[in-house]
């Protein structure tokens, strides 16, 4: 199965690392898989598809943030501040997009940098849920009520509503996954990976980077 590509750590440099996560419900709810065995989300059923468009989101977005600017450069969506913090840099990222990238193409836009001190982060817009229908939370909670996800952890980012999700729960090992709603129909995520020597790291990062995108999307207000 598709799985989202992440930036690893080898000494300094950068090399690229596949991690069947969460994000392959956020981004590639749609793509078909040749099974649904367990840590594998498999692909969005006409069932999930119909759930979605019967009904909204169990947590609505009050104020919808329009991430449309940022689809061509999603690098953009954290600032240089927080990416100083996490010790490295824009200079250091790639933009991935549904032109250039395979599973940008199927799942949306994403950025991913590695830290000089521990671990690995990537943003993803789920832009292609949208485009199917599945987009938003809402698309998520007709897979989780399908029971696709082991983890399911409502929070909140920013007044946003936010779930930390995955097929697997893998926090004891320093990786999480979150995925923010951003307006009814449109999510990002968050994946930090790679915090072995401080796994609870992880999902503050993630929760730390999210809010730095919301303050991006929101034009610093």
């Not at 943030?65 to 490295?88: F, H, I, R």
């Not at 824009?90 to 032109?99: G, H, Y």
């Not at 082991?150 to 779930?163: H, I, K, N, Q, R």
């Amino acid at each position: 199965m598709t799985a989202l590509l992440l930036w690893g750590k080898m000494s300094t440099r950068f090399v690229p690392r596949l991690r069947t996560s969460a994000l392959v419900g956020l981004a590639l709810v749609a793509t078909s898989c040749a099974d649904t065995e367990e840590g594998s989300a498999g692909p969005a059923t006409s069932e999930a598809i119909s759930t979605v468009e019967s009904r909204g989101s169990e947590r609505g977005v009050s104020d919808p943030l329009d991430v449309s600017p940022y689809l061509s450069k999603p690098c953009g969506l954290v600032s240089a501040e927080m990416l100083d913090e996490l010790g490295t840099s824009l200079q250091e990222s790639e933009p991935r997009l549904p032109e250039n990238d395979k599973i940008a193409a199927q799942s949306g836009p994403y950025c991913s940098w590695s830290g000089e001190r521990e671990g690995s982060i990537s943003v993803a817009v789920a832009s292609k849920n949208s485009e199917r229908g599945m987009g938003g939370l809402r698309g998520l909670e007709a897979l989780r009520d399908q029971g696709r996800f082991s983890l399911w952890d409502e929070t909140s980012v920013s007044g946003y509503p936010a779930v930390y999700l995955g097929v697997t729960d893998d926090r004891a090992r320093g990786d999480c996954d979150l995925a923010v709603g951003i307006a009814d129909d449109m999510t990002f995520s968050v994946t930090a990976i790679s915090f072995y020597d401080n796994p609870q790291r992880a999902c503050e990062v993630a929760s730390e980077v999210a809010a730095d995108v919301i303050r991006t999307l929101k034009g610093g207000r």
